[in-house]
């Protein structure tokens, strides 16, 4: 089935990522099989099915992580990587317990 889909994309092995393509913020997005999570709001859903008439806003494209992927992260402000110190990177979990970027060590850094 993913073959034939040239609109989402994997970023990585954990990632999927389907860009909005039109002014409506509406589309088709295609789960593979497996359980996936929501990047923006945590929802989980089960994949080998098509979600229909996504609408989300332009500011956050859909993107959907595989459950149990276990992503290193930079929680930290920096103004160019010389300043990171990697001690400090934290692995955010994506499991049942993720409840979306504002819930996450991220929601204190990437503005919304």
Same mark, same amino acid.
């Given at each position: 089935m993913c073959w034939h889909i040239d609109d989402q994309y994997y970023f990585g092995n954990d990632f999927l990522v389907a860009p909005i393509m039109n002014d409506d913020g509406v589309r088709d997005i295609?789960?593979?099989? *497996?359980?996936?999570?929501?990047?923006?709001?945590?929802?989980?859903?089960? *994949?080998?099915?098509w979600l229909k008439d996504v609408k989300i806003s332009l500011e956050h494209m859909p993107v959907y992580v595989r459950l149990g992927a276990q992503v290193p992260v930079y929680p930290h402000r920096v103004q160019c990587t010389d300043e990171m110190d990697l001690n400090k990177a934290k692995i955010v979990i994506f499991d049942d317990k993720y409840q979306g970027l504002r819930s996450s060590i991220l929601g204190t850094v990437v503005s919304l």
């Open positions: 295609y789960l593979p099989a *497996g359980k996936w999570i929501d990047f923006w709001t945590g929802e989980m859903l089960e *994949g080998t099915r």
